[in-house]
């Protein structure tokens, strides 16, 4: 029995790429090394990629849409542009300066959550930025210490209604802002929705 591979969006997720299509791995590492060189990790493997659409691959590496299925088409991947699809243009980023809410808040009077140590060891960063996330009252603000611009938890902080701002503060760290509006349990906590997929 032939088995027909799975047409590819860019709504699919990455994992269901780099299980099915040969040579994906390292075409999508070489778009973003410092990004994407951790799936060669076994445990990172294992939870990331589930969690990425095509789309958000796409944003992270900084190309178009188009260009990375094109990309997977020339791996032997079956692809498709869908008419009236969103584009990795469309996904949310962080401002490019920072937003009202950040004014006058000082970094050494914030609540800090310091996944660099978490990221030497490869960890997953998902679990202690929920937790955080969660605790956090309205109309506060949680810092977050990564290596990583963490991009695919804009998609989920969209949905839940948060703010973000995130800046580079050297080669390998990122400041990530997080700002919960007032009033956001009576608004959100209803959703059940989580700050991870």
Known sequence: MTHTAPLITGATRLNIVLDTLPGALEYIIALNPHDFARLRHPQ????MPPRISLRRVAAIAGCSEVALLQGLAVLGGRVAVLLGDRTAADLPQSPSAPPPWLTGVADAALPWVDLLPLDERQGDPFPPISSAVKAMPGGTVLGIRHRW?????????????????ARPVAPDEWHIYVYKPPGFHRKYL?????THE
């Open 44 to 47: 990172l493997r294992r939870f």
């Open 149 to 165: 611009q963490p991009q695919p938890l804009y998609d989920v902080w969209a949905r839940m209604g948060l703010a973000w701002f």
């Open 190 to 194: 209803h959703q059940g929705d989580a």
